[in-house]
């Protein structure tokens, strides 16, 4: 939540507010949210609290927000550079023969490398707490992360077998 509380205020900021410099800082500020979490997850096990399934959370959340969040970022600025400066809008993506295949397995490698990453701290955090026994809520997530990660497969497949062609363009009518 506060990932999204600091991108709108630093956009609203940078943009709306015309305070581009805090802007800035509020959208740098973004990433320190994932270190906080972090610390704050791997301290409150270390102090000896008992691992839970929001524990776990915490882990796929920053697999997937360390892979993501720059992206959204980049996306959400663009938006509101197009709203608020006036900024052309982007070239529209080919998304048909190689560049979509290309597109669809991308897409479905930054997943796999964001579930890598949630799969390594969710079993850090389970070696931080001394074993299976203890850690066994810890790895709750694992079962939706890992049916995301087989589903979100078929898109890639599909481009791949029928890739889509370039539009054409209508006749001209003279």
Request: positive net charge; aromatic residues 12%.
């Amino acid at each position: 939540m506060l990932f999204w509380v600091l991108l709108v205020a630093g956009l609203a900021a940078r943009y709306a507010a015309g305070m581009p410099r805090l802007g800035g800082l509020l959208l740098f500020c973004v990433p320190l949210i994932d270190v906080v979490l972090l610390a704050a997850t791997v301290l409150s096990i270390r102090d000896g609290v008992e691992p839970t399934v929001w524990h776990g959370l915490s882990a796929a959340y920053l697999g997937i927000t360390v892979v993501y969040g720059h992206r959204t970022i980049r996306w959400a600025d663009a938006k509101f550079a197009r709203r608020y400066a006036e900024n052309p809008p982007p070239p529209p993506p080919k998304l048909y023969g190689r560049a979509a295949v290309a597109d669809a397995w991308l897409g479905w490698l930054r997943f796999l490398l964001a579930y890598g990453i949630s799969v390594g701290l969710m079993f850090g955090l389970v070696a931080l707490v001394g074993g299976l026994d203890r850690g066994a809520p810890l790895l709750v997530w694992l079962n939706p992360l890992t049916k995301v990660l087989v589903y979100s497969l078929i898109w890639p497949i599909v481009t791949t077998l029928w890739p889509g062609r370039a539009p054409t363009r209508p006749a001209d009518p003279r």
